[in-house]
């Protein structure tokens, strides 16, 4: 059973940048479409960007031109650049594959951004 940890957040003020990590316990990125989602208090989990495995990228019109999806297939990592941060990007941070196939999620990574 594949496991995903994720990492990178933290606080950070509007306009700042935050890098995500996607670390998987075994090579999947080469077989599966990857994406990066987000949930915020009281609202449900969306999709936020998501890479196939060839490399090709899709991103939620919320997030186009602030954040790039990208993925070190060496590494098993994935990763979500984000910048240019908005008060309305506070959320928790989960990465699965696109449709979701991993069960259950992993704990996800905290960004608060916050003046």
């Known amino acids: 059973q594949v496991q995903l940890v994720e990492s990178g957040g933290g606080l950070v003020q509007p306009g700042g940048s935050l890098r995500l990590s996607c670390a998987a316990s075994r090579s999947i990125f080469t077989i599966y479409t990857m994406g990066w989602y987000r949930q915020a208090p009281g609202k449900t989990r969306e999709l936020v960007a998501r890479?196939?495995?060839?490399?090709?990228?899709n991103y939620a019109d919320f997030v186009k031109g602030r954040f790039t999806i990208s993925g070190d297939n060496a590494k098993n990592t994935m990763y979500l650049q984000m910048n240019s941060l908005q008060p309305e990007d506070t959320a928790v941070y989960y990465c699965?594959?696109?449709?979701?196939?991993?069960?259950?999620w992993g704990q996800g990574t905290q960004v608060t951004v916050s003046s």
């Open positions: 699965n594959t696109n449709p979701v196939l991993i069960s259950p």
């Open positions: 890479i196939t495995s060839s490399g090709s990228t």
